[in-house]
């Protein structure tokens, strides 16, 4: 779940061997932060072998952060990551620039942010720029030592906050983009946690060892496909899925009328 580059990219260093020849799943980064990025990005990507960039943007209405988010930034000081020129190295973050969000954020004035995204897709998607842009009204609400601790506003036990995140793949003068819009970042990490650890239990990863959360297999024509290094495998059937990754205005587009594009070997061999 972690979110800290730091800790993702010890994981990925120091137990990619370990875990592959134990036969074990491990995703180091799979909440809110890292997570949701990452699989925005391998959604955005499409069929794209390459991009010339990725950017990650990310608009909250605000922020209230937990204890857990307040001791992390204590204990984060300093220059972060950043991946650029196929580089990964500790820089400051890209310029601030303007960033036109969907409804309701519209333009936003937007920093760079150096999160776990920085460090796990440049591990399985062809690109030598990411790139991870925050609005300013949470940067504000963090940094400000009296912003309160996010407080449940029904039943559901959800706070009040609302975000946007959107990824964009660039490659040339072309862009494909991914958007979740949601309620409450703490309260969407429990919902992905729970799926992956759902997949991974059930024997639907398509690969051990330290994995990133957009190297997950696909379901299509009814059938879970998995991608290792030799392309997509052969579909297995599965009697039925106990949960969907898809964020709600994904399947909302879906159901209508949009289409996603499929990798090609999808396409091509939907029954292989």
Known sequence: MAAEQEAVLAVFERFASAARDAGVVVIPAMAFYGGLGDLLATAAMGGWDTADEICIAIALDSWKPTRGTRLTGQRNPGRHFIFSNNRLEH???????????????????????????????????????????????????????????????????????????EAMARRGDAERRAVVRGRDIYATTAPIVVEATNRVVNGLANRTGVVAAGEAYTIAHGRAFCWNEQGYQAGQQIPRADGLLTPPSTLRAIRAGYRPVLHPDLEANPHF
Do not use: C
């Open 91 to 165: 820089a400051d973050p890209p310029p601030a620039r303007k960033w036109n969000f969907p409804p309701p954020f519209g333009q936003q004035d937007v920093v760079g942010l150096s999160l776990a995204e920085t460090i796990t897709i440049p591990r399985h998607l062809q690109t030598p720029e990411v790139r991870v842009y925050i609005n300013l009204a949470p940067i504000t609400d963090i940094r400000d030592p009296n912003t309160p601790a996010p407080t449940a506003a029904d039943e559901s036990g959800r706070s009040s906050q609302i975000f946007v995140m």
